[in-house]
């Protein structure tokens, strides 16, 4: 059966005077997006889901273009919803974002709270899986592996759920500038590996 590769993008240009939804790979993050294409598995996909912020656009524009594939777009697959703020610099994002996981039944700020960004992705990736695996049922069982470019949070979101944790501020991707990725098998859900850099080692 085929594994799900769950990527998170990589580096944006932070422009506050742009939606944060709007903003775009930053050179290095379409360089980061661009160096994972190496990675052995990226030629097994058969299919590429995201959501329809600008960045995951470009990361899953990149991956599809090498691949010859057209991305699904999910608006469900979306990063917490911030719109009550907007763009907040870095020091406050991270004093906001910590109470979000630390709180995860309150919204902070008048955002999206954790339990409702979880309910969202994980019901938007087992759409994405369920479609997938009831088409290759009817097309002879292919083997080929999906791939969904979307956000850290919530893909953390979503991680905690494949493990079965409660909500709290750990298993994020390491670093600050996104661009990892982990792997879990599509009929059993069970995870293959935790986040590792796009990057090949």
């Not at 995951?56 to 699904?72: E, F, N, R, S, V």
Request: aromatic share 6%; net charge negative.
């Amino acid at each position: 059966m085929p594994d799900v590769y769950y990527i998170s993008h990589p580096d944006v240009i932070k422009d506050p005077a742009v939606p944060v939804p709007r903003w775009p790979l930053s050179p290095r993050g379409r360089q980061r997006m661009t160096a994972m294409l190496a990675r052995p598995w990226v030629n097994g996909l058969g299919a590429i889901y995201c959501s329809d912020e600008q960045k995951a656009l470009d990361g899953a524009g990149i991956l599809a273009a090498h691949l010859g594939l057209q991305p699904q777009v999910r608006p469900a697959l979306g990063e917490i919803d911030r719109s009550s703020t907007g763009y907040l610099p870095e020091a406050e994002h991270a004093v906001a974002a910590r109470l979000l996981f630390e709180r995860p039944e309150e919204s902070v700020r008048g955002w999206e709270t954790a339990h409702q960004a979880q309910a969202r992705i994980v019901r938007a990736v087992e759409a994405v899986v369920e479609t997938e695996l009831s088409r290759k049922s009817s097309v002879s069982a292919s083997e080929a592996d999906i791939a969904i470019v979307a956000h850290g949070a919530v893909g953390t979101l979503y991680l905690l759920h494949l493990l079965g944790e409660p909500i709290a501020f750990h298993h994020l991707q390491p670093g600050r500038d996104g661009g990892h990725y982990y792997c879990f098998d599509a009929a059993t859900r069970v995870l293959r590996h935790e986040w590792l850099r796009i990057e090949p080692e």
